[in-house]
């Protein structure tokens, strides 16, 4: 779907549009001729609101890819994924609720072990603790200044850590020091364009100086860095669609992806229930509202199709409070499935309904990923195409051409 | 598809794949209300297949084309056809299995029918006979001689045959001589790029020969020349999909389009039953292994109904010996529909199962034109996106982003 196509078409209206996200929603049976998690769970409003709306599935980068978390909501708020790429620093960034700001550069790097030639002998420094990473990456900060640019080092996890650069006139196209094997020294940091000299000799300083100070420890010696990235400048959510977005979510990636498309993100909720209230109290505030539930995908990679069925039922007895708010158009689907068989992200198709007044309802009359397959919406739906079917139906959009 | 996603996406590991390909499978009932050949074929092991894996229908290359079957096969390959073109002249070399080498240019000609001043009066000479097309070729190879280059002439079938020039520095961007009409002369071969100028020269060279040694004959008097091309420098499907793939079949057309993207093909099977000890034989040596039953197509063009059924029936016996070996995926499909009632290639969409342990079943629980719609793959899968798919039930992408 064309960004600039919508873009010219768009109105405005006081129309609200959910997007009731299931994290993993769509599963696979754990055994031939079973159900799917989502068709086992008992959905009765999930059920009659599917029979009243256009079903189908969605495809969230292309026919195979198993997309992540980023990737996979862009696609759903109407970004095509491909086109719309981030580097792994700023997700970095967002993962770990780092407030990166505009024009920052950022990179996530690994924590090694080099010999002493300087030749790496362990990529990840034995997968030392989140703890002793946090230990190493305070020691970088208290020991590493260099003039005009202000360091910043966080942990991610374990052997992983974000750096971010802030200062002036700094760029993103650095190539990644971390070989990616073991057996030879990291390389030194390269700048891709001219303009990205002066980064590439910060990052270089940042690294001797990481190396000094890492010199006496055993066995994080060393570190590597990838990814380096600025915060994208895209069409946000208001330029491209015309609406006043808010991201509802527990946990900072997602919060983060909603913020990379101009998302107002309010605090983190700890609950379902909790996103439920933030929902409510902001209804009359937003024009279109990303509710992320994410239990059902973290069911899914822990193998626990159980949960994910009881968190699929949960979700269910919370939608009539959903629906009470009347929404003008409600779309009910995950980012991506998350079978419990495979205990992780996967390429199939996601099921999905779109409700308004005005959609075409098909015969589709239960929320699964069988029944959807017959759906108006049909069974291989590009993701980044929901956001101007919403907007549709939403009357959010002219008439094309006279 | 992008090929290049695919390609940044695409891991190894010991997995299987087999591309069971029933040459023309697709097909329609011959009176109204009737059944397809597919449908109307006892296929019990088939059917139960299906009723495990994904289905739908894959389209060949374009909404209302009808392929030929190299580009019918490049599809199904993962090589979207419209992006990889390849001339006809190495598709001829292909269809007789000449042993094309890369920087070989081939092109395919007509033997034509020139009046006293060399207008063409008929461009295939009278349809003369394969006997009589080879008679002149084996003048031709006889009489022609050019220096610096090695001249090959072979009676493709009738009045078609094919010129390979064999040398160094060729190039393959030459423009037809064959003006598709009568009432002209043949065009002098001309060089579409500089570097084409010598092939051009050499080309004129052999034609201007070639009409002094057919001058006697009658009616194939002249000849004409068109699809100068060379093999083409794709990437392989072990560079692309990181697939070590074999070939098997038995006419030299699909051997030759296997071998384009880099299979290995060995020698010829005369059955079935043979490519099938072909297959086992060589299991333990690939990834990938495209099986193309040739006499489904055949029994098409022919307008042979009841022959297409009893053929289908038969693969459907074998069927239990190719799953005895435990692919990690199969998929069964054809390259295009061939219905015996058109006797010809034609551009309906073809029948396609994908099975794996990890394959999302669907509601179709037999083998046919009219239940694969109702598959999970959809009624109009593009056929280059079967390749991904595949990949994926193989477990042999990574993930897209994080």
Request: net charge negative; glycine share 10%.
């Amino acid at each position: 779907m064309n960004l600039n196509l919508i873009r010219q078409q768009v109105k405005r209206n006081d129309s609200k549009i959910i997007l009731l996200i299931m994290d993993g929603i769509g599963g696979l049976p754990l055994a031939p001729g079973g159900l799917t998690a989502l068709e086992q769970a008992q959905t009765p409003n999930l059920d009659a609101l599917a029979a009243r709306s256009v079903c189908g599935l969605h495809e969230p980068v292309a026919r195979g890819i198993t997309p992540g978390s980023g990737p996979a909501h862009l696609g759903v708020f109407g970004y095509d994924p491909l086109k719309y790429q981030v580097g792994r620093g700023v997700l970095a960034a967002g993962g770990i609720n780092f407030d990166l700001q505009p024009g920052d550069v950022a990179a996530r790097g690994n924590f090694c072990t080099v010999d002493e030639n300087g030749v790496i002998t362990d990529r990840r420094a034995g997968r030392i603790s989140t703890e002793k990473g946090q230990e190493l990456t305070k020691l970088l900060r208290e020991k590493i200044q260099i003039p005009g640019v202000e360091i910043f080092v966080e942990t991610v996890k374990e052997y992983r850590y974000l750096l971010v650069l802030r200062g002036e006139g700094l760029s993103g196209e650095i190539a990644e020091t971390d070989p990616q094997q073991v057996g030879v020294k990291p390389y030194p940091a390269r700048a891709l364009e001219p303009a990205a000299e002066k980064t590439a000799g910060l990052v270089r300083q940042f690294v001797h100086r990481a190396g000094e100070v890492l010199a006496a420890q055993s066995p994080a010696n060393m570190l590597t860095l990838r990814g380096f990235s600025q915060l994208p400048t895209w069409p946000t959510m208001e330029e491209a669609f015309g609406l006043r977005a808010i991201g509802i979510a527990m946990y900072p990636m997602y919060r983060g992806v909603a913020k990379l498309v101009g998302m107002d993100v309010p605090p983190a909720s700890h609950s379902v229930e909790e996103e439920l209230a933030v929902l409510e109290e902001n209804w009359s505030d937003y024009d279109y509202f990303f509710f992320h539930v994410k239990r059902t995908d973290s069911a899914g990679e822990d193998g626990n199709f159980d949960l994910k069925v009881s968190i699929i039922e949960k979700v269910d007895r919370l939608l009539p409070r959903i629906l009470a708010l009347q929404p003008d158009v409600l779309i009910v689907t995950g980012d991506h499935s998350t079978p419990a068989k495979m205990k992780s992200h996967s390429w199939h198709p996601v099921p999905l309904l779109i409700w308004s007044e005005r959609c075409r309802p098909d015969l589709v009359e239960t929320f699964g990923e069988r029944a959807c397959i017959a759906g108006g919406l049909g069974p291989r739906l590009p993701a980044a195409d929901i956001m101007p079917l919403a907007l549709a139906n939403a009357l959010r959009l002219n008439k094309f051409g006279a």
